[in-house]
């Protein structure tokens, strides 16, 4: 892999939304590129400042609270029309908890109805109880189980124009049903799992990695790297949660 290949990240208001750790699906994502000879660079874009959605590779978009979920939902619809373009175009982008119920149509709380970005065929209705606890799924994307932790109020309904992210093996998942996680269209993960994400699963990391590549530059395929840390992890939590 040549070192003049470079990938942006644009981190999408890490000073509102950054629950359990989502930095530190950044920290994965820039290392990775590091490790492999890939020049990899982060754009912050916090409270009041322009976005550019047209100089980013890959678009993170962490998870808040309630109050800061609107803020921020306020702010992107100025730029709906070319996160549209971005995401029908294949651009790249993983959304985590609120940042995933974002992307829908709307996210219910009451009598309260967040307008969404209408980014994917989603929407979420808030209801009594928390979904809370260790989560593992089964995903097509990748040959490993996904594991998390999965801490939301909202249930997360899905078109038919979107594949899951994963089958529950334990867990939640999207809502009550336990069935289905997250969400995938085109090169969008939308997941309500935290942990974070990408350090505990880098073949989902590296998924991302190679879609930003494939776009940007026809090149997909990713030296491996030894993960076998990781894979040990991983096989203790699967072992752990599923009987």
């Known amino acids: 892999m040549a070192a003049t290949k ?3 990240i644009g981190h999408l208001y890490p000073d ?3 629950l359990y750790g989502d930095r530190g699906n950044i920290a994965c994502l820039l290392m990775r590129l590091k490790w492999r000879g890939i020049k990899a660079d982060l754009m912050e874009f916090n409270t009041g400042d322009a976005i550019d959605i047209t100089k980013v590779d890959i678009i993170l978009l962490g998870g808040g609270s309630d109050r800061e979920q609107k803020l921020v ?4 619809l100025g730029v ?9 175009d294949g651009g790249v ?5 609120g940042g995933y119920q974002l992307l829908g149509a709307y996210y219910q709380i009451g009598d309260d109805k967040i307008k969404g970005l209408e980014l994917v065929d989603l929407h979420t209705i808030q209801k009594e109880g928390r979904l809370i606890g260790n989560i593992v799924l ?5 040959t490993m189980p996904v594991t998390g932790f999965e ?3 909202g249930r997360t309904y899905t078109g038919s124009d979107v594949k899951p992210f994963g089958q529950v093996l334990s867990g939640f998942g999207n809502n009550d049903d336990k069935k289905h996680e997250g969400i995938i269209y085109k090169n969008i993960i939308g ?7 990408l350090p505990k699963n880098p073949q989902v990391a590296d998924y991302l990695l190679s879609a930003a590549l494939e776009k940007k530059y026809g090149l997909g395929e990713l030296p491996k790297l030894d993960d076998t840390l990781e894979h040990e992890a991983n096989d203790y939590i699967v072992k752990r949660f599923i009987k």
């Open 93 to 97: 982008l993983i959304a985590v908890c």
């Open 6 to 8: 470079s990938i942006t």
């Open 16 to 18: 509102l939304l950054n």
């Open 73 to 76: 939902c306020e702010s992107l």
């Open 151 to 153: 801490n939301h109020g």
């Open 138 to 142: 089964e995903s097509d994307i990748v």
């Open 80 to 88: 709906r029309a070319e996160l549209k373009s971005y995401v029908e």
């Open 191 to 197: 997941t309500y799992l935290h942990g974070p994400l």
